[in-house]
């Protein structure tokens, strides 16, 4: 299989879609085509467009290459407000722990484990701001199963800025999930098992927390999403019924999955009432799906009757 970068021009084997790759998710890739829509896609269902072959594209397409290849190289130099644990695969049985840095600020950061109830100090360092910083020695793989509840304490510093109240954190690091992906790390050529922690405040409140109360539920920072399967909204072309079905079923299975993988909590798939078949394939793919948790169907008042939540497993 070929080793994607962000940047690469691909085309998709099944396909004359091509596009710009935007992120890379262990087996999915995200492209964003000439016409800026961005498509979730298996990396097996991609080829990387060959040097010789970019030869005979013509002015015009080159043209749309270029610009949307520095949309991406804008869109990548804004900072995220997020952290991230993770660990390099050295080999099959031990990992190299960092601590990843993405927003515009230095932070100083305590690890907790938690043992018999109380959390213990794991290690502490300091980060630079968009920096990958090697925080332990090698971790052994089978040590994840008793390791899996985590806080995290985080002063910010940021010049010229005020001050910032310290920040705790609590989160998991299921061994069973963390291992089902393997990806790059955004600032190295290093790739392994990542746990991202969004550092935003929940999108329902508008509060700042405060120093009195520091602690935050990691699930419920920027962790949902909404999909619309509208043929319009995923720009499908043909008029055909059976064609416009079976794109909406694929981009639906493959959403899925990116949202497995990024340890989405919530989903809302929006699906329409037409004929019940998208419905029925929905629901029956959810209902087998081993990381779904749960699914109902979506608030009425926002969405009407043609809307399904998801709820993942944590």
């Known amino acids: 299989m070929a080793v994607f970068k962000i940047g690469d021009k691909v085309r ?51 043209k749309k290459s270029d610009e949307a290849l520095e949309r991406i190289i804008e869109r990548n130099r804004v900072f995220k407000n997020q952290v991230s644990i993770a660990f390099e695969q050295i080999n099959d049985f031990l990992l190299r722990p960092y601590f990843i840095n993405e927003t515009s600020k230095e932070i100083s950061f305590v690890l907790s484990l938690s043992k018999n109830g109380d959390f213990l100090n794991f290690v502490t360092g300091n980060s630079a701001s968009e920096s990958e910083t090697r925080i332990y020695e090698d971790l052994k793989k089978e040590d994840f199963e008793s390791w899996s509840k985590w806080k995290m304490d985080l002063i910010f510093f940021e010049k010229d800025k005020p001050n910032e109240p310290l920040r705790t954190i609590e989160f998991k690091l299921k061994a069973t999930n ?18 991202a922690i969004s550092l935003a405040p929940k999108e329902d409140s508008e509060e700042t927390p405060s120093p009195e109360s520091p602690f935050y539920d990691v699930y419920a920072f920027n962790k949902t999403e909404i999909f619309d399967l509208h043929a319009e909204k995923l720009e499908i072309e043909s008029d055909n019924p059976d064609v416009i079905f079976n794109k909406q079923k694929s981009y639906f299975t493959k959403k899925i999955d990116t949202a497995v993988a990024e340890n989405l909590v919530e989903l809302t798939v929006i699906h329409g009432v037409g004929n019940g078949h998208l419905k029925n394939f929905i629901h029956k793919h959810l209902a087998s799906h081993e990381q779904v948790e749960w699914f109902k169907e979506a608030q009425k008042e926002k969405f009407g009757y043609g809307a399904t939540l998801v709820h993942f497993k944590p």
Do not use: C, H, Q, W
């Not at 016409?35 to 097996?44: K, N, Q």
């Not at 991609?46 to 072959?53: K, P, Q, S, T």
């Not at 990806?183 to 098992?193: K, Q």
């Open 178 to 195: 963390l291992f089902k992906n393997k990806l790059d790390f955004p600032f190295s050529e290093r790739a392994g098992f990542l746990r």
């Open 12 to 62: 998709m084997l099944r396909s004359s879609e091509e596009g710009i790759v935007v992120k890379i998710k262990g087996e999915f890739i995200d492209i964003e085509t000439t016409d800026g829509f961005e498509l979730p896609t298996m990396a097996s269902e991609l080829v990387i467009v060959a040097e010789a072959e970019k030869e005979y594209f013509n002015v015009s397409e080159a």
